[in-house]
């Protein structure tokens, strides 16, 4: 097998990432990250499964990024009163963020769903290759699924914040959240959400990604309680 990213020094790289997100990565999600980078890189050369070609890019772009909401997924998901803690990635793509949190969050319930067969296909593959029994794929329009009662669903480069609203919002949980990863702080969307008399900003957090260059955030809805 190639083992693109397999190298001592994309395996340093993850480590440093980790601790400058204030994460210690185990040698066994370092070689699921480098194996699921492999991966991609293969299957991209056929099935286009996202824009980045370089797996030196697609570590920091796609690994690093992810990594740094597992955090704040793990403070938020420490709260909640639920029998067992669930992770909705809606329109996950080649499986980001899902793939990510599925390796370093095993005790969750992930499940990414989107509407392109092939890459509903990779991440099933993904799931059995990387031995992730908490992770499920599937292949279908996210407003046609029933309510799925998740304690987060999550979506990452997803269009408007409304519009994940409208599609993404049935399917959280009592005491669940909405959270949108985006770049630049949205100021624009949050206020057409001000109306909004279902759904209200929790909170945003700023994030910043090893190696990158770049502005991202997490966006957290919670259903508005106020009357």
């Keep these: 097998m190639n083992q693109v990213m397999s190298s001592k020094s994309s395996a340093e790289r993850l480590i440093k990432a980790g601790s400058a997100l204030n994460m210690t990565l185990q040698a066994t999600e370092i070689e699921k990250l480098l194996h699921y980078v492999d991966q991609l890189h293969l299957w991209n050369k056929t099935y286009n499964l996202t824009a980045v070609r370089n797996p030196d890019a697609m570590l920091v772009q796609h690994i690093f990024d992810c990594l ?22 809606v329109g996950s793509g080649a499986g980001l963020p899902g793939i990510v949190i599925a390796t370093m969050m095993p005790n969750t319930q992930v499940e990414c769903v ?3 067969d092939k890459k509903a296909s990779f991440i099933r593959q993904m799931a059995g290759v990387l031995e992730l029994p908490n992770l499920i794929a599937n292949h279908a329009r996210i407003e046609q699924l029933p309510p ?29 959240a909405l959270v949108a990863m985006k770049g630049l702080y949205p100021g624009e969307e949050l206020k057409q959400i001000e109306t909004n008399n279902a759904w209200a900003l929790f909170k945003t957090e700023e994030l910043k990604i090893p190696e990158l260059n770049a502005h991202r955030c997490m966006i957290w809805l919670t259903r508005n309680t106020q009357p």
């Design 114 to 116: 989107d509407t392109v």
């Design 148 to 176: 799925k009662n998740c304690s987060v669903v999550i979506s990452r480069a997803f269009a408007s914040i409304q519009d994940f609203i409208a599609v993404a919002g049935q399917h959280v949980g009592e005491h669940g």
């Design 68 to 89: 740094s909401v597992i955090k704040p997924l793990e403070t938020y998901l420490a709260k909640v009163v639920s029998p067992q803690r669930t992770v909705l990635d």
